[in-house]
C-alpha cells in the first residue's frame, strides 16, 4: 500500500539550512514530490525528483532520493524567514496519471 | 484564468444539506483532480478526470460524494447529505497529459454545522 511519513515539526534560524525529510512505502513510485504551503494559499510545487535518479538540485533547493530505504529529503539553504510554510512530500505511479499520495506535512518554522 | 479557481472559497451548510463545489482548471489542461484536506492533515485523494471521464475515482468516501467534468473542463464536486466529518478544505488541481507538476486551487472550505 501507499503511505508517506514526515515529521511534524522543524524549527531553525535564519541563514541555516533546514532539512526536511520523508519516507515512503511504496516501491514502484514512480515520481517523488515536495510541495509548499503557505497560510491560506494553494499547493505550490517547489521540486520533484524522478525516481531513476538519485539528486536534484534547484537554485536554494537540493532533493536527495535514496531508493534502497525509500528515504527522501528537502535541504533548503539559507533559509528565509519567506520559506515559513508547511512542506508536503507526495509521491506517485505514472501508471495512475498524477495521483499523488500526500504525507500529512511538516511545519518548517523560521526564526530571525 | 491563469490558474485554477474555486468556488466558493468558503462554504458554511447545515448537517443534511446538498452541496456543490466548483473548479475551473487551467485552460488546455486535460486531467483535473479532487483532494480533500482535513486539519493537519495532507490532501487526500478523491477522484481523477482525464478528459471527461472519471480515470480513478478510488478515493471517494461513499456514495454521498459525486463529481462529474461534462465537457472537459470545469468540473463540479457534489456531496449529497452532508456530515459533520465532511468539513474539510477541498483542493482541486489541474496538469497536462503525462507526470509533472499539478496546479493546485486556493481550495473550497465546507463547513457543515
Known amino acids: 500500500g501507499e503511505d508517506v511519513e514526515q515529521s511534524l515539526f522543524l524549527s531553525v534560524r535564519e541563514g541555516d539550512s533546514s532539512v526536511i525529510n520523508c519516507t515512503y512505502t511504496?516501491?514502484?513510485?514512480?515520481?517523488l514530490y515536495w510541495y509548499k504551503q503557505e497560510p491560506g494559499a494553494g499547493l505550490q510545487l517547489l521540486t520533484y525528483i524522478f525516481s531513476n535518479m538519485d539528486m536534484k538540485q534547484d537554485q536554494r533547493l537540493t532533493v536527495l532520493l535514496n531508493k534502497k530505504d525509500k528515504h527522501l529529503s528537502l535541504r533548503i539553504a539559507d533559509t528565509q524567514t519567506g520559506d515559513s510554510a508547511i512542506y508536503f512530500c507526495a509521491e506517485s505511479m505514472k501508471e495512475y496519471g498524477n495521483k499523488l499520495v500526500f504525507g500529512a506535512g511538516t511545519i518548517l518554522r523560521v526564526k530571525s | 484564468g491563469a490558474g485554477v479557481s474555486q468556488t466558493p472559497s468558503n462554504k458554511v451548510t447545515e448537517k443534511g444539506k446538498y452541496v456543490e463545489l466548483r473548479c475551473d482548471p487551467i485552460?488546455?489542461?486535460?486531467?483535473l483532480y479532487w483532494y480533500r484536506q482535513s486539519l493537519g492533515q495532507g490532501p487526500e485523494f478523491l477522484i481523477y478526470?482525464?478528459?471527461?471521464?472519471?480515470?480513478?475515482d478510488s478515493g471517494l468516501p461513499n456514495d454521498r460524494f459525486f463529481a462529474v467534468r461534462p465537457e472537459g473542463s470545469v468540473s463540479t464536486l457534489k456531496i449529497q447529505r452532508t456530515e459533520r466529518g465532511d468539513s474539510a478544505v477541498y483542493l482541486c488541481?489541474?496538469?497536462?497529459?503525462?507526470?509533472?507538476?499539478?496546479?493546485f486551487g486556493e481550495g473550497s472550505r465546507l463547513t457543515v454545522l
Open positions: 485552460s488546455g489542461h486535460t486531467a
Open positions: 511504496d516501491s514502484s513510485s514512480t515520481y
Open positions: 488541481a489541474s496538469s497536462s497529459y503525462g507526470p509533472g507538476e499539478l496546479f
Open positions: 478526470f482525464q478528459g471527461t471521464g472519471a480515470a480513478d
